[in-house]
């Protein structure tokens, strides 16, 4: 029995995204896979990396990392983290998160594998509810990271994305 590798998910991905294999290097001992994204909507670049972490004998873990285009003000991390908290509450791949130390806003989400091949619909399918998440959720995330709204908009923006509406409404109508 193979064991997983990323070169299985290179292809099927490369179908749907701009992929590149990335070697071990200093960062890192594992290959890394780099999907390219659609930019955001202020038109910032984005990338879906795809690494396995240190893993046992029997288990591997397969990571997807989104480092969203913009960063934490530390004066919003409380309000940040409650807001990351209701978010990943309700959404099917849990993982959007931060890093105070490196002011990184992001979405991670580790996937355990078994000792065999990778399946890679799963691969595909998991890349694909990854990137979905951020092009859904990030533009809800980003005005309390930086700085910019207040918590309860963002928790009334989440509201309305969950309930699938195009826009919320104004607070006049």
Request: net charge negative.
């Amino acid at each position: 029995m193979a064991d997983p590798h990323l070169r299985q998910a290179l292809a099927p991905l490369a179908e749907q995204f701009r992929v590149q294999l990335i070697p071990p290097g200093e960062d890192t001992s594992e290959p890394q896979i780099f999907a390219e994204l659609d930019p955001d909507a202020k038109g910032r670049p984005r990338r879906l990396e795809l690494v396995f972490l240190p893993h046992g004998d029997n288990l591997f873990y397969l990571q997807y990392f989104v480092l969203l285009p913009f960063s934490l003000e530390p004066a919003r991390t409380a309000d940040l983290a409650r807001l990351l908290a209701r978010i990943n509450l309700r959404v099917p791949l849990v993982g959007f998160g931060m890093s105070e130390d490196d002011g990184w806003v992001f979405f991670r989400a580790i996937a355990p594998c078994p000792r065999q091949e990778l399946d890679p619909e799963v691969v595909v399918s998991t890349a694909y509810m990854a990137y979905y998440l951020v092009e859904q959720i990030a533009d809800v995330i980003e005005p309390v990271a930086a700085g910019d709204g207040a918590l309860e908009d963002a928790f009334a923006a989440f509201d309305v994305v969950l309930a699938g509406q195009p826009e919320m409404p104004s607070s006049g109508e």
